[in-house]
Every structure is written in structure tokens, then in C-alpha cells.
């Protein structure tokens, strides 16, 4: 599967200039994990942002958010073609073809973390604060009409720092949870539907 991290030519000195500021940092212990420091996937800016809980350990080795060949990212992928790309499908059926051209939009995407740097179960509340600016900053980059919380940790963090004062904003289940629960595939479903239905009134 390709790995997409495309950042528009505009936007690009401001994201190089992020991604030196935050890098090398040292502001909170777990820098000390950090092998890579895992900024984004997907395409910038974007009109649907994940923000899942922290990197785990593949994300740290490879610096890519909900890594497409870890289990979490293989199911949040999946939740993604199946939403987006029907919702792109629906908006095509609907395009009234004006002086003989069609335009077709399609929906883009990216993910990114609470905080950048690996973290052995949920980040610390200190360091979730530590790492607000960046976060901040990344979505004021980001631009998305709708922010996707994955998971409780996301949720809480959004809400507590009105992170989607002005954004719309929707909650699905991390997909870690959802691999331990009885039916996996109910929760998929679920998530799905949820996201279906926010992007029905972007
Ligand atoms: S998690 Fe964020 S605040 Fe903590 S060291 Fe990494 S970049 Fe800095």
C-alpha cells in the first residue's frame, strides 16, 4: 500500500518549519522513547483530520501514523474507504455537468496523534499538555471542516481545549479497543456509520 504524505506547495514552508521546531523536542519524558517522531499521513491541508491517542511502537520505527500494516491502522484504513470514498461516490452521482465539464471533488484526509512521540499505553495528562501547541498548530495547518476523534483520550483532549471551536467534530472508537472487544467487526460497523453520517452534513 502507498503511504501517502503530500503537503500542498503553499503550505509547505510552514510545515517544514513545524516539523524543525518539533522534532528534536524535550519537553515532556517521552522524547526518551522517540525513535521517529511521527507528525502525519495524508494529504494537507485536509477535509477530514483523525486524531488518534499516540504512536506505538511500529509508528515509532516508521514515523507514520496508524501505519496501514499495523492492526489499528489496517482497520482505521478500512474505515476510511469505506466512508470517504463512498461519500466522494455520492457527490459525483449528484454533479450536473456545466459548459461541458464535470468537476469531481474527492474528500481529503490525514491523521495525526495527541502527541508525537511513542507512548506505552495513554500519554500522560503532562505530556498531552505539553504537546497542545503542537497539536494546535497542526490543525490550524490542517484546515478540516471535521475533526475525527479516535478514541477517548482524542475526545477528551478536543473538548477540555476547544480544539473544534471552528470545526465540526465527531467521536469513533480507537480501533486498538475495538480489536479487543467480543465482535470487532460490530464496532468497524459502527465507526463506519458514525462517520457516514458526519460527513453527510459537512
Ligand atoms: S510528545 Fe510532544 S511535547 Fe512530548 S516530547 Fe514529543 S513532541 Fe515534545
Known sequence: MTIIQR??????????SHICKWEQC???????????????????????????EAPGDSENM???????NAPAGEILERIVEETIKVHN??????IIPCFGHTTIYYLKWAMTNVV?????????????????PRLSEFIKMAKPKLLVAVGKVADSTIIKEGLNKQTKMTVIAHPSWMLRQEDPELE?????????????VL
Open 7 to 16: 503537503v500542498s506547495p503553499a503550505l509547505l514552508p510552514m510545515m517544514q
Open 26 to 52: 524535550c519537553l515532556c519524558p517521552l522524547s526518551e522513547n522517540r525513535f521517529k517522531p511521527v507528525f502525519f499521513r495524508g494529504t494537507l491541508p485536509c477535509d477530514v483530520l483523525f486524531i488518534g
Open 62 to 68: 516508521t514515523g507514520i501514523p496508524f501505519h496501514p
Open 89 to 94: 461516490y455520492h457527490i459525483n452521482q449528484n
Open 116 to 132: 508525537v512521540c511513542c507512548s506505552e499505553g495513554s500519554p500522560p495528562e503532562t505530556c498531552i499538555k505539553s504537546c497542545l
Open 188 to 200: 468497524i460497523q459502527r465507526a463506519i456509520l458514525t462517520l457516514r453520517e458526519a460527513l453527510d
